[in-house]
């Protein structure tokens, strides 16, 4: 690539979590130039003075399309349904974006309202793509749209793809576990440290948000299918463990088949880990690895799948960064660790 | 009860987590006289010296059933098959004993032994009673030998009894979160701080113990099923969770009936907790207490059932006294909280 | 003490972490009737809504002194400057009161003010009493109103005391380390989960309002000095060590004579324990003891103390409880675990 | 830099926490090649097998000097004690060495005997130069034998230094807080999860073996002083902070003028951070950084300063490769992290 070969970027809602991460890989990119960081909360607080750890010493401004739309491209980390007319603005001047919000995962209209609220931006769904990269590179390298996967259903897809793609899954159920940085910065009853230390319980019961997105995406991959998929907190930052039980469509298959399968669809994949211990969080904490361990239980025929990953970075904001890379034809790992 | 209705105990193997625990509960219990704390590591120390949590100033010695038998009960907290035959013992004298290993839990010896090892004392089997004393208070009153259940078993039991009787279970996923002391005493690599903190992973997998020891009971209870059942150690000290995904016999069947299951089966039950937002394990930290919520997925249909416990009271030690109160006419709640 | 001795109690502020522990001791207490739960936020739950743990079904009013204040006895959790002119009110209509602000604590004016704010009862300060029961049990027992320490001056005051008395610390740095349960229930940034785990930092340097209430106290004993007092934010919820660098007035006094004086101060209390090993908090949580340990460093001459509390219990709610006990003529352990 | 200036190095004791992370660092250093990775546990195994986080697939072989001796330079993790013969012979063969050990940090044989035991090597210990990059960068930069000082150390002297060099300490207590990866791998009673959690106590009390280190450097940089060194372990994995107290040889200096002090020792280095809140250990948590914060009190006239690293980071592994890219002539900053 020539030297000339650099791109300027900022970043819409780089307060919060996910997007102050996402500007720390920005700004230590080796391609990308961060211009602008904004926020609604912290207006000209350097994000280094929020978030010490990310070392970026750049002030967060109130979000200006005039000012701040003058970039190639953009991550914008913004709330459900506050995100879509904010991404139209910017892809009316042509920048390339990359949502993290739900606005533009779910491909039907309808699945998205009955699970969210009145979508504001309807005609642009069609454009979106939705970018996890190990399934739809293809498309992800075209994209000037790219709907960042929700960080749960990044690692269940990423675990059970393989199984979808054969038509393999009967029926699955995914019990979910989450650091507390998957809950946001929001200081509330349920983030203070003395309610989750020592605790572990489950949230979102019996209808979580990221259900419909997940199915969506095995039907997507052949595997039409209604999942039970169910999140608890636990008493760690970051991290996501899933833990998919599966009942087979042929449970007749053997586990060496269902193996093949999942080494034909990552060995060569720099981000995937298949591993034979159950997956656990700390060996991905602050990388975009997911690792993936299958298991059998001879005795009632399902397939145990495991995923693990850090839900801020390879379930958010790395995976961004991951998106743009293949967005601007950049290796795939440009600033994010390989 | 007449003032001289006291009875004395020993507790055999209190130098690990549970049998310290169980060591500081009959210390402090009403009716019962703490005469002997045995051991085989730590002789010679007082059980405060090792948990000075517990003020319990009694030297541990080592086991001599000549000199330690002479009592009206015995807590038993030796590993599978070492327990068995020093309970034969125990019984030869008439001590009437509560045993926290695996060893008489399955009423089956092949079972037992395929799961574990080659019984020593199978013919005392069939005197044993399991002790879960919501389900089997009335033969647990005449009992004089009473198998402790697993930890994950009375969390898991607990949680599906009401739903078993009715046979209303026609699969069922069991997803369970332990903390560490779950794991017990010895400092391996597996509980060293550094390599549980900021982690989550299943182990066990696919085949753990507690699987037949689970379905033996819903058996019982009325209701053959092979459950899947996968544990996972969580970053804290105290308290087990079970998630249970249970496929409905009767799909149609309605939720307020379900409901209702669970309130004939627990309304009166002074350590059941039936609560509407899902069980976590912080509020029962330190009690008797199993807390169940019951939810139901409308879309799939499954009913979901969250237990939780502290596994080092209601899944071991405070249940243990729980069965000795009723094995000699005492207050159920005697010296465990209420 | 015949049947007819028991007592209503009412406490204000029972929201809190410290005021709903309260209720939960006082509403199990062997002599005390707990009549109201009152609270600002959360009006009209239960006590147990919000803090399942502590399983006080009682309905949490918006106070009134007309329908609360015909109680024998209150505990009054409010604000620091809030709670004197309501104690006030309590004191008018005859109710013994404990009192967790620091409106009482501080003997002379000018240094509350200087410290926290003007000060709204001034000549109520008289009438108070220290509720340190270690150190001040005859003034209590005949107490009318007793300012309940903070929970490092608990912590700090008892682990200096003995030094204290015989004039010996001619300069003493205390470093302090805290659960963050310390910080109270208010969801902020600095008790979000994720910016406390992982982490220690030190706060509310150089200058923490709890230094003049040690002086003051030390001072009381016999000891005037100066302290510098650094409180630390730790990963925990309960728990607070107290590490105390004695410089000696006498640096030539055997290690032998300075156990002494801890044995003549504390030996006979139920609620110290001297400790050879360095104290830790896990042994002390859920109770109202304060484990203390003393050392020498024979290079530089220093006396080590620490002195280790739960910051809830012996620092705040169990501590209030024991006051209650002595002001009422009840044992001293009631309802506190002894 | 030429593309031929590639150096070959070797770890030797690559099981422990230090020495696996040593080997991370350098196995994705720009210009290093990590030949060999020894162990005496774990022999056979890959570090990747002990550590996937680290992602070193190299296997771990038992040292054999005449097959792991051929390398530019070595990391030696050995215990105390065993380092130093085994040191001696990389020397006699010319390979340059960064040892972690404590047997080249004191430069008094008679010191090192009083606190450790006999010393193996004496003769060796006047060509050793103490690894700290910001105090003793020119030494380094010549040197053959670097010993890495303690994380203890390294943290306090960085925080005191610039008092140091201006003979500004009377006096100073010392208050450390390390994570439990500061006490090693070995899974002890000390380090079991369950031990830790929710606890916070001191250790090494009265002497600790840091204390002749930070004294011999404090005289080294010009102030003759002994300390009170006192460290504590915390319920955290990584990261260590020490609060220095210190009494003022002169007290009417002003906190300008000590301000002065540190930003004149450290606004050029790339690894030192001056803040002023109080420092905390999760901003520099797997970084090279050591963050220091100085405060004064007023009242006591006291300086305090705080200094926050991560243990296994600029504790030892990193802080051992800085000092290696220092003896070869590269950045300071390579591979790790700037």
């Not at 940085?181 to 949230?203: I, K, L, M, P, W």
Request: glycine share 8%; with cysteine; charged share 20%.
């Amino acid at each position: 690539m020539p030297a000339s070969s650099r791109f300027t970027v900022a970043v819409f809602g780089a307060a919060g979590y996910a997007g102050s991460l996402a500007a720390r890989l920005l700004y230590n990119h080796p391609s990308f130039d961060l211009r602008w960081v904004t926020a609604r909360s912290d207006v000209g607080r350097r994000i280094s003075d929020v978030y010490p750890q990310h070392r970026v010493p750049m002030v967060m401004e109130e979000a200006d399309i005039d000012r701040h739309g003058d970039v190639d491209a953009a991550i914008v980390a913004y709330p459900h349904g506050a995100s879509a007319p904010f991404v139209a603005q910017l892809r009316a001047r042509g920048v390339k974006v990359v949502d993290l919000s739900a606005d533009f995962r779910l491909r039907d209209v309808e699945t998205y309202e009955e699970w969210y609220r009145p979508h504001p931006e309807p005609e642009l769904i069609a454009n979106a793509v939705y970018g996890l990269p190990e399934l739809y590179r293809d498309q992800i390298i075209g994209a000037e749209l790219v709907a960042n996967p929700g960080c749960y259903p990044t690692a269940t897809i990423l675990a059970l793809a393989p199984l979808a793609r054969a038509g393999a899954i009967a029926d699955v159920v995914v019990d979910a576990k989450s650091g507390v940085s998957g809950a946001g910065r929001a200081a509330t009853d349920q983030t203070h440290f003395v309610t989750v230390d020592e605790n572990v319980h489950a949230y979102g019961v019996p209808r979580h948000r990221h259900t419909p997105e997940i199915e969506q995406e095995l039907a997507v991959l052949g595997n039409e299918t209604m999942i039970t998929f169910t999140p608890h907190l636990l008493p760690l930052d970051q991290g996501e463990l899933v833990s998919c039980y599966v009942t087979l469509a042929d449970p007749t298959v053997s586990t060496g088949e269902l193996e093949s399968l999942y080494h034909d669809a990552y060995d060569g994949e720099q981000f995937i880990e298949l591993v034979r211990e159950p997956a656990g969080v700390r060996a991905v904490r602050e990388t975009n690895i997911c690792r993936i361990s299958l298991h059998r239980d001879e005795r009632t025929g399902r397939a145990i799948v495991f995923g693990a990953i850090d839900n801020l970075w390879k379930g958010t904001a790395s995976e961004a960064v991951q998106n743009l890379n293949l967005m601007f034809g950049l290796p795939e790992g440009a600033g994010i660790g390989a």
